[in-house]
């Protein structure tokens, strides 16, 4: 893993426990957490090459 991947995933990790946070702090809901984790993560993913963004409907078609 090069550096900017390692970095980017320590702060996710810092980015997921603030998120939770504010859910704990009743500042979000169960649905709006899923949505900045599964965005957030996705970007990450991305940035690592592990995803495409669009892709599964792709294969719907």
């Given at each position: 893993?090069?550096?900017?991947?390692?970095?980017?995933?320590?702060?996710?990790?810092?980015?997921?426990?603030?998120?939770?946070?504010?859910?704990?702090?009743?500042?979000?809901?169960?649905?709006?957490?899923?949505?900045?984790?599964?965005?957030?993560?996705?970007?990450?993913?991305?940035?690592?090459?592990?995803?495409?963004?669009?892709?599964k409907?792709?294969?719907?078609?």
């Amino acid at each position: 893993m090069d550096e900017f991947t390692t970095e980017l995933e320590k702060r996710l990790v810092l980015y997921e426990k603030v998120i939770q946070e504010k859910k704990l702090e009743g500042l979000m809901t169960p649905k709006t957490v899923n949505t900045y984790l599964t965005h957030s993560r996705n970007f990450v993913r991305w940035c690592k090459g592990n995803f495409d963004p669009g892709e599964k409907n792709r294969i719907k078609r």
